[in-house]
């Protein structure tokens, strides 16, 4: 590891402020290396990473003017509803991790969309048990109940500093005078154009007349949502769960066939849960129970990989990418038959996170020969859809952390907006397992304890994720993606902490995934033609697939807040201050 020159002025020119107003960081340098390309964005107090530049701003905005983290993320996602509406929202849901750092205390705030009361098992299912995709992605039955107003305001009244209007107003002021179209808005817009103008109250916000779409620097104005974030301003959750929207959205969701009640909006609560806890090589991780599968399996694969020199074997040597896959796709196969909403059934969480379990799966793992999924469990092959979700990183001037990461799962959701709301409605739904060992939209296979059931919550991967050291936040990461999601939150973890990258570089480098089923090695451009022949000899099955993830990063220690928005996503961006 070589220290450059200016690295070294960093540090002179960093040491005398340190700890002004934060209690100590981990004590480990940031990895400058001149064998780096890429660099993070570094900064002395405060970050905030996410996928989309006008929204990182109105984070940073409420970091300096004395909000916590807490406040920013809360302005971030009401933020992220105007200017990413193909993932940011109010009609979704997701999960929220905070590390209230003097308190050492660590919050996972679940807001994962629920199953209407009237929801059944069979509801995707024709008279001969046939699964009808559409009715669980892109129709009335699609749509889960919202949890991210209640999500943001629980996060706001208990460990938020400031108020409701003040936190929503930079996101009312973009809904009411207009975002500039950015390429990647209007590319989306544009790809999505079938699916959200199928439905008239989309096709109006969404597009031009006749269906045109906008251009590049036209504005956007989004003047129904103003008018919903003005009321969930004025009179907090009540306005969504109980009031005008409520009764728009059930409205729009039965006209389209679906079975949301204005009880089911009453009844929705975000619940508090505890973290998934584990460690790894001498750092605590936490991250997101079930619902979620993430917080478990990520554990369970560091679990597992510990016992490896990953370091030694090298980044994205094939020995290395070998034993990811045969660890990935083994701790999918345990996803398909145990995880569910931890409210309905029952999951070993002790023993899918425990270092003895791990070792017990080690012990199968061949280290020159790859298995065949069908030996480990059985399933069907299912292509991936495309899709969005995104994640945001907020580290304040406190060393208070959030990771949070929220969606309408598919692209603008089921591309339903709910009349005279200017909200996009989720197709969470579809997360659920319509049918035991019938894949879901990202091709993960479900079994019983994640089958439907009235209020129940479908399973996720989302996985916001926080790393200690010594107690204090290390790392703070996260990523859409769906099935991959754990997977890339995973190499974020490795390359920091084994192949000792900077995060941007960590950020950066190709990935890999392995789910069990489908039963292949997808990768990113960029692993050697050299490395993938190794692994072909070893009995893998590859593929070459689009980017995976947009991760936002965040690694704090002694010397700063360091930044990295994924350069996968155009619009992507880290300020600090
Ligand atoms: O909760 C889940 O796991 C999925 N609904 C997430 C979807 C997603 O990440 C799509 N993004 N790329």
Redesign the pocket.
Known sequence: MYLTKSVLLLCLFVSPYLHATSPPAPKQTAIYSNMSIHHPVWAKQAMVSTQEALATQIGLDILKQGGNAVDAAVAVGYALAVTLPR?GNLGGGGFMLIYLNKDQKSIAIDYREKAPAKAFRDMYLTKEGKVQKQLSRYHGLAVGIPGTVMGLELARKKYGTLSREKLIAPALKLATEGIIVSPDLANSLNNAQPRLSKWPSSQTIFYKEKGKNYQVGESLKQLDLANSLKAISEQGEKAFYQGEIAKKIVQSVQQAGGLITLDDMKNYQAIEREAIKGDYRGYQVLSMPPP?SGGIHIVQLLNMLENYPLAEYGFNSAQTIHLMSESMRRIYADRATYLGDSDFVNIPIKTLTSKSYAKKLVAQINPDKASDSLDISAGKIAPYES???THFSIVDKWGNAVSNTY?L??SYGTGLVAKGTGILLNN?MD?FSAKPGTPNG?GLIGGEANAIQPNKRPL???SPTILLKDNQPYLVTGT???AR?ITTTLQIILNVIDHKMNIAQATAVPRIHHQWLPDYIRYEQGISPDTLMRLKAKGHKLKMQATMGSTQTILRNESGVYGASDPRTPSALSLGY
């Open positions: 993932a979620s899709n969005e979700t969606t799962n598919f969470e997360d990202y996720s991967s989302m859409p993606g769906g999601i």
